[in-house]
T-cell receptor, first 114, second 108 residues
């Protein structure tokens, strides 16, 4: 399978715990995006990378959120001290460089904070 | 006010009907995407537009940059088209905005 993959697919955690998600993009894609989607809403942009450089961060990305793409391949999104409001689907997408290229989405990681 | 507004929010159609979903936006854009999301969450990019019109199978997407409006049309709709259709725009300043989606149900 050469699509975008995300792990884990589901994560249940207790409030206050830290969680980390991983995204493996399509190998030829330089751009990698993270989005968050809550039930009944469209996705919200969180951040994106070109290679290992984090080029844009949404104001939604509080200090508790950090994303990395250390070697320009896979990326991780970490949420520290999770809150119930963090419960959402976290989506990753990748594309060729340039905003005019279509993005390919992964299946998402569903986070439930209890 | 959302930067991207879609209409209708919900749409039910009989199989075979011609369907139109509208997207209006209030910001300057470099590109507009139409996305399809099936139950279970998987998102597929249908079109990326910066001008004019694109067609893929039974799907047609148009955009009018001056009017800040795009439409997604589905011809000869089929139950497998049932999904949420999301409009998303990217500004020249790399800001991403998404609509809340249009939930389409096509009845056999």
């Amino acid at each position: 399978d050469t699509g975008v993959s995300q792990n884990p697919r589901h994560k249940i955690t207790k409030r206050g715990q830290n969680v980390t998600f991983r995204c493996d993009p399509i190998s030829e894609h330089n751009r990698l995006y993270w989005y968050r989607q809550t039930l009944g809403q469209g996705p919200e942009f969180l951040t994106y990378f070109q290679n290992e450089a984090q080029l844009e961060k949404s104001r939604l990305l509080s200090d508790r959120f950090s994303a990395e793409r250390p070697k320009g391949s896979f990326s991780t999104l970490e949420i520290q001290r999770t809150e119930q409001g963090d419960s959402a689907m976290y989506l990753c997408a990748s594309s060729f460089p340039g905003l005019v290229y279509e993005q390919y989405f992964g299946p998402g990681t569903r986070l439930t904070v209890t | 006010k959302n930067e991207v507004e879609q209409s209708p929010q919900n749409l039910t159609a009989q199989e075979g009907e011609f369907i139109t979903i509208n997207c209006s936006y209030s910001v300057g854009i470099s590109a507009l995407h139409w996305l399809q999301q099936h139950p279970g969450g998987g998102i597929v990019s249908l079109f990326m537009l910066s001008s004019g019109k694109k067609k893929h199978g039974r799907l047609i997407a148009t955009i009018n940059i001056q009017e800040k409006h795009s439409s997604l049309h589905i011809t000869a709709s089929h139950p497998r088209d049932s999904a949420v259709y999301i409009c998303a725009v990217i500004t020249p300043g790399n800001q991403f905005y998404f609509g809340t989606g249009t939930s389409l149900t096509v009845i056999p």
